[in-house]
Nanobody
Framework: QVQLVESGGGLVQAGGSLRLSCAASGRTVGDYAMGWFRQAPGKERVFVAGINWSGTTNYADAAKGRFTISRDNAGNTMWLDMNSLKAEDTAVYYC?????????????????WGQGTQVTVSS
């Protein structure tokens, strides 16, 4: 089993920045893909960014150019740097681990999930 704990969420003004962290424990996840998802009230959980075991990244269109996903060499810590935040970025952000080596935007491909961290962007 893998336990994931997110941190770094909060309230920020539009145009500001936040850094989310995700700490994995229970087993080494360096060979697996990891990802960030978000869920706004009344909406489905959607893909934000993913990172392969090799460090290759991919982003949702809404995140491109503003967000950066990264992970440490051991793969047990992942970050999401979010810049130029907008009100529409307001959501609960979740980190996830897939036992596949390559990240995907499909929610169902991820096996382990954190509890989420709230990000609120005021306009």
């Amino acid at each position: 089993q893998v336990q994931l704990v997110e941190s770094g969420g909060g309230l920020v003004q539009a145009g500001g920045s936040l850094r989310l962290s995700c700490a994995a424990s229970g087993r080494t996840v360096g060979d697996y893909a990891m990802g960030w998802f978000r869920q706004a009230p009344g909406k489905e959980r959607v893909f934000v960014a993913g990172i392969n075991w090799s460090g290759t990244t991919n982003y949702a269109d809404a995140a491109k150019g503003r967000f950066t996903i990264s992970r440490d060499n051991a793969g047990n810590t992942m970050w999401l740097d979010m810049n130029s935040l907008k009100a529409e970025d307001t959501a609960v952000y979740y980190c996830a681990v897939s036992t596949l080596p390559y990240s995907t935007s499909a929610v169902e491909r991820y096996n382990f999930w954190g509890q989420g961290t709230q990000v609120t962007v005021s306009s």
